[in-house]
């Protein structure tokens, strides 16, 4: 179900050293799942794909979510990836390392979080004063 699910039946028949990049992400992410697990913890998963690539994979995680009910711990320095793929966002302060600066919950769900919604609240969480101050995002 998985192979068939990402597509991977052409891929199986190569060597790891033909893949490109975006194939061995695909590859990782369905790796993960076989494995059903109840935690997924992803680290900038999709940071080095291109757009559609990025989509693609993306729809397949949020598929994989709400079918499985799946919880997942996902790093990334993406925005709106975050709030294309979360329920909460926790930004962490620079200094000190690791300490929470702000939580945003995202009550959407996710699969009706279009391309409008996610802009629209990127822009929400970018107007906060505390985001602003944290990141310096002040005209001066």
């Known amino acids: 179900q998985i192979i068939e699910q990402f597509q991977l039946e052409a891929l199986l028949k190569r060597r790891v050293n033909k893949l490109s990049g975006g194939e061995k992400q695909r590859i990782s992410l369905a790796r993960a799942l076989l494995t059903q697990p109840q935690l997924l913890l992803l680290d900038e998963p999709f940071s080095a794909l291109d757009i559609g690539l990025k989509k693609e994979l993306q729809n397949l995680l949020i598929k994989n979510i709400e079918e499985k009910n799946l919880s997942v711990l996902f790093i990334t320095h993406d925005l709106m990836e975050a709030i294309k793929l979360s329920d909460e966002i926790i930004v962490l302060k620079a200094k ?45």
């Open 96 to 140: 000190p390392v690791g300490h929470i600066k702000k939580i945003f919950k995202i009550d959407e769900k996710r699969t009706l979080r279009d391309d409008e919604l996610v802009y629209n609240k990127t822009v929400q969480i970018l107007k906060d004063k505390d985001i602003i101050s944290s990141f310096e995002l002040e005209l001066k």
